[in-house]
Nanobody
Framework: QVQLAESGGGFVQAGGSLRLSCAAS????????MGWYRQAPGKQRALVAT???????NYEDSVKGRFTIARDNAGHMVYLQMNSLKPEDTAVYYC?????????WGKGTLVTVSS
């Protein structure tokens, strides 16, 4: 079991920045990876970025160069720094953790980007 809690969502104008945080009940060093997904209105949940315990990262193409995923040294916090935000980034952002056997999800945090 992994409990996840996201924070940091909010309302921002296009071009602005937000940082999302995810607090995990287990360290990333005991997990396969952690990451962020998002679900825009009327769309399916989609990958944003992932990070492994070794620090290897993966990004969805539309956020490359704008978003950065990182973890703290203890491995219980994962962050998503979002810069140059666009209206199309508006979505509920979910933190996820994979044990390699199953995936766990937070409740999500809403990010709204106005034009």
């Amino acid at each position: 079991q992994v409990q996840l809690a996201e924070s940091g969502g909010g309302f921002v104008q296009a071009g602005g920045s937000l940082r999302l945080s995810c607090a995990a009940s287990r360290s990333i060093f005991s997990l396969a990876y952690m990451g962020w997904y998002r679900q825009a209105p009327g769309k399916q949940r989609a990958l944003v970025a992932t990070i492994t315990s070794g620090g290897r990262t993966n990004y969805e193409d539309s956020v490359k160069g704008r978003f950065t995923i990182a973890r703290d040294n203890a491995g219980h916090m994962v962050y998503l720094q979002m810069n140059s935000l666009k209206p199309e980034d508006t979505a509920v952002y979910y933190c996820t953790a994979s044990t390699g056997v199953g995936n766990y999800w937070g409740k999500g945090t809403l990010v709204t980007v106005s034009s």
